[in-house]
Protein backbone atom coordinates (compact mmCIF):
# COMPACT_ATOMS: atom_id res chain seq x y z
CA UNK A 1 0.00 0.00 0.00
CA UNK A 2 2.16 2.80 -1.02
CA UNK A 3 1.45 6.31 0.60
CA UNK A 4 1.27 9.32 -1.70
CA UNK A 5 4.64 10.74 -0.40
CA UNK A 6 8.06 10.56 -2.37
CA UNK A 7 8.68 7.00 -4.11
CA UNK A 8 11.76 5.53 -5.80
CA UNK A 9 11.55 5.37 -9.92
CA UNK A 10 11.59 1.68 -9.73
CA UNK A 11 8.69 1.84 -7.54
CA UNK A 12 6.59 3.89 -9.67
CA UNK A 13 7.03 1.32 -12.46
CA UNK A 14 6.43 -1.45 -10.71
CA UNK A 15 3.13 0.04 -9.13
CA UNK A 16 1.96 1.26 -12.43
CA UNK A 17 2.20 -2.07 -13.69
CA UNK A 18 0.73 -3.80 -10.57
CA UNK A 19 -2.78 -1.28 -12.08
CA UNK A 20 -2.59 -2.58 -15.50
CA UNK A 21 0.46 -0.75 -17.07
CA UNK A 22 2.55 -2.13 -19.88
CA UNK A 23 6.04 -0.60 -20.63
CA UNK A 24 8.23 1.54 -20.17
CA UNK A 25 9.04 1.69 -24.18
CA UNK A 26 11.48 3.94 -25.13
CA UNK A 27 10.34 7.67 -26.49
CA UNK A 28 12.51 10.26 -27.90
CA UNK A 29 13.06 12.25 -24.61
CA UNK A 30 11.02 9.75 -21.77
CA UNK A 31 10.24 6.61 -21.46
CA UNK A 32 6.35 5.93 -21.69
CA UNK A 33 3.61 3.55 -19.91
CA UNK A 34 0.38 2.49 -21.41
CA UNK A 35 -2.86 1.25 -20.07
CA UNK A 36 -5.88 0.94 -22.64
CA UNK A 37 -5.61 4.52 -24.25
CA UNK A 38 -3.63 6.32 -21.14
CA UNK A 39 -0.34 6.92 -21.90
CA UNK A 40 1.78 7.89 -18.89
CA UNK A 41 5.61 9.33 -19.39
CA UNK A 42 7.80 8.29 -16.80
CA UNK A 43 10.75 10.73 -15.17
CA UNK A 44 14.13 10.36 -16.45
CA UNK A 45 16.18 8.52 -14.21
CA UNK A 46 18.13 11.09 -11.67
CA UNK A 47 19.20 11.16 -8.41
CA UNK A 48 16.97 10.68 -5.22
CA UNK A 49 13.16 10.26 -5.26
CA UNK A 50 10.51 11.27 -7.30
CA UNK A 51 8.64 14.25 -5.63
CA UNK A 52 5.23 14.62 -4.50
CA UNK A 53 4.14 17.24 -6.96
CA UNK A 54 5.72 15.04 -10.00
CA UNK A 55 4.33 12.01 -8.60
CA UNK A 56 1.06 13.86 -7.92
CA UNK A 57 1.18 15.38 -11.93
CA UNK A 58 2.26 11.29 -13.11
CA UNK A 59 -0.88 9.97 -11.43
CA UNK A 60 -3.41 12.54 -12.93
CA UNK A 61 -1.40 12.17 -16.38
CA UNK A 62 -2.49 8.45 -15.89
CA UNK A 63 -5.86 8.67 -14.89
CA UNK A 64 -5.15 7.11 -11.57
CA UNK A 65 -6.87 8.60 -8.25
CA UNK A 66 -5.61 9.00 -4.84
CA UNK A 67 -7.63 6.00 -3.40
CA UNK A 68 -6.57 3.62 -6.27
CA UNK A 69 -3.04 4.26 -5.63
CA UNK A 70 -3.10 4.21 -2.06
CA UNK A 71 -5.10 0.51 -2.29
CA UNK A 72 -2.61 -0.85 -4.00
Do not use: C
Not at 56 to 64: Q, R, T
Amino acid sequence: MPTLGSISRRDLIKNLKRLGFVGPYSSKRHQYMVREENKVYIPNPHQGDISKGLLLKVLSEAGVSREEWEDL
